[in-house]
């Protein structure tokens, strides 16, 4: 483990977080309201639950257990609660974040708390986070290629995405160095603050980082004094058991904000992810939550909360366990099909986790007309490469195959079209 270097919070915060304070009324009125019980309050601007139609909620679980809201329960799950989310919810996860990555940040000695709160999917955790972290004129580190969400989200603001080059263990740590490095501070502005990476079964390259090449960014983190955004949707994806150590569990300083999602998990529709690190930035991201998306639904973070009273840790690692199978058995049926049809006329690496094959197809400079040709001519779809590139307007010789909703017949019989469509392209270029 690494030696704690103390953080200076303030530096990594943007110019309008800075200005992001507690509101001092409704914190005085929630201590005044629970101060006594015969207190009579006109403070709170909450509707009142009796005017809302349900009666209660019975949620089925597939396991044939029934997830019951009703009575005061129900009353609070309709109501609004508390921005971060409901206190009985975050236990729970600060539960699997101990269980899954240990942070040292937990341990008793560590001079930073640990913190998280809970977000509306790890989209939105994820754009609190960038956008409590980034000024005008700000420089961050980027995985290139990466989720094309966060570029949709970050290519608006006027900051400058520095692309970091991956290979099939995520950011390559000698690439990150020698951006640093060679920083030439008066031609390119302000010196980076903020590395985005997506660690584990990364969308869209596949990608998984070992321990060793987390380390080695750490590292470099540390020495440059980085913020390091751990966006780690697929963790609970990865096939094996033997999974590398997140960003998390390294982080002795507190420079890890990671963001987890219960999107691949529970369901994506429910909207529920959490951001885990050190207090001070989870603090201030629950103030922009407090005037932006208030908190995650009352009824979502309830219903996940009773179902994961039902399940104990036991039921959620049985339910983990069935999913990676499936994964699992889509990657083998996908790799098998590839192995069968495409062999010469494109490489692949084997993900480890996750739900996307990265291809990158010989002779094809740029695969953005032969995805175009593949829906009209072969009705197969695929996202061509260069909609992951960080920089605009640029080639890839690469597409992203997502295996999670086809068929094992279906992924065969696509994988040969594709085969088809890379042969007659290029045949048609060698005329
Ligand atoms: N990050 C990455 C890398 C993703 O692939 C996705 C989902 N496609 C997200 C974040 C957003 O996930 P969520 O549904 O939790 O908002």
């Known amino acids: 483990m690494t030696t704690p270097q103390k953080l200076d919070f303030d ?26 019980p015969t207190i009579i309050s006109f403070g709170p601007g909450m509707p009142n639950p009796s005017t809302f139609p349900f009666e209660s909620i019975d949620v089925k679980i597939k396991n044939g257990s029934t997830v019951k809201i009703e009575g005061e329960e129900l009353a609070k799950a309709l109501q609004y609660s508390k921005s971060g989310g409901i206190e009985e919810l975050k236990e729970w996860l600060q539960k699997i974040q101990k269980r899954y990555h240990e942070p040292p940040l937990m341990n008793k000695h560590s001079e930073v708390e640990f913190d998280l709160y809970v977000s509306v999917g790890s989209q ?69 603050k903020v590395i985005y990476t997506i660690p584990n079964c990364s969308n869209p390259t596949g990608a998984t980082a ?9 590292k470099i983190a540390q020495e440059y004094d980085l913020v390091i955004v751990e966006d780690d949707p697929y963790y609970f994806l990865q096939y094996g058991d033997d999974i590398a150590s997140s960003y998390q569990a390294l982080d002795t300083d507190g420079r890890v904000l990671r963001s987890d999602s219960m999107s691949k998990v529970l369901s994506a529709g429910i909207r529920l992810g959490w951001v885990s690190g050190a207090k001070p930035f989870i603090q201030k991201l629950i103030l922009n939550q407090e005037v932006t998306t208030q908190h995650n639904s009352t009824l979502i973070q309830m219903i996940v909360l009773k179902l994961l009273e039902q399940w104990k840790f036991v039921g959620f690692q049985n339910h983990l366990t069935d999913i990676k199978k499936f994964y699992k058995s889509q990657r083998d049926a ?23 094959l990265w291809l990158k197809l010989f002779g094809i400079d740029d695969t953005k007309e032969l995805v175009q040709r593949g829906i009209i001519e072969k009705e197969i779809v695929m996202i061509p490469g260069s909609a ?35 042969r007659e392209e290029l045949h048609n270029n060698n005329k």
Not at 14 to 32: D, H, N
Request: glycine share 6%; with cysteine; hydrophobic share 40%.
């Open 334 to 356: 996908i790799i098998s099909s590839a192995n069968k049809w495409l062999t010469g006329l494109a490489e692949w690496n084997v993900p480890e986790g996750g739900m996307f």
């Open 388 to 422: 992951f590139n960080v920089e605009d307007n640029t080639k890839s010789s690469f597409c992203r195959l997502s295996f999670s909703l086809i068929s094992p017949e279906n992924i065969e019989e696509g994988i040969q079209r594709l085969s088809n469509l890379v």
């Open 210 to 218: 070992s321990t060793e090449r987390k380390k080695e960014i750490y």
């Open 124 to 192: 939105d955790g994820l754009a609190q986070t960038l956008d409590m972290l980034l000024s005008p004129g700000d420089n961050i580190l980027i995985d290139d290629p990466v989720f094309s969400g966060t570029l949709g989200f970050l290519k608006p603001l006027p900051i400058h995405l520095i692309p970091v080059e991956t290979d099939e263990f995520g950011m390559k740590a000698c690439r990150l160095k020698e951006i640093m490095q060679t920083w030439n501070i008066e031609q390119e502005s302000k010196l980076p």
């Open 11 to 36: 530096r990594f915060f943007s110019e309008v977080s800075k200005r992001r304070r507690p509101c001092a009324i409704r914190q005085s009125v929630a201590t005044l309201a629970k101060s006594s």
